[in-house]
């Protein structure tokens, strides 16, 4: 079992940044491939960023358009994602998920977190 917290959502105005952050616990964090996903109202869930077990590959949806970093700290534990130049559409829940897996697919993933909220106004 894996646990997994987001943190670090909030409102922000156009153009703004924001850092998330996934607080893992249990079975060793570096062991999985760990991913970012979004989910608007009305809307599936997509996939924004992914990130390999060591932290030297990473894969990023094409909306994304250099605007976000993936990173992971794991001796820490922690995943991040750095998101700068936010647009209205970007605006979502952002859930952290982790895999066997190094996937772009939702389904992949095998366990989440309960999604931290992002509102960009314009």
């Known amino acids: 079992q894996v646990q997994l917290v987001e943190s670090g959502g909030g409102l922000v105005q156009a153009g703004g940044s924001l850092r998330l952050s996934c607080a893992a616990s249990?079975?060793?964090?570096?062991?999985?491939?760990m991913g970012w996903f979004r989910q608007a109202p009305g809307k599936e869930r997509e996939f924004v960023a992914a990130?390999?077990?060591?932290?030297?590959?990473?894969y990023y949806a094409d909306f994304v358009e250099g605007r976000f970093t993936i990173s992971r700290d794991n001796a820490k534990n922690m995943l991040y994602l750095q998101m700068n130049d936010l647009k209205p559409e970007d605006t979502a829940v952002y859930y952290c998920?982790?895999?066997?897996?190094?996937?772009?697919?939702?389904?992949?993933?095998?366990?989440w977190g309960q999604g931290t909220q992002v509102t960009v106004s314009s």
């Open positions: 998920g982790a895999s066997i897996n190094y996937s772009t697919v939702y389904l992949a993933y095998d366990y």
């Open positions: 249990g079975r060793t964090f570096s062991s999985y491939h």
């Open positions: 990130i390999n077990w060591s932290g030297d590959r990473s």
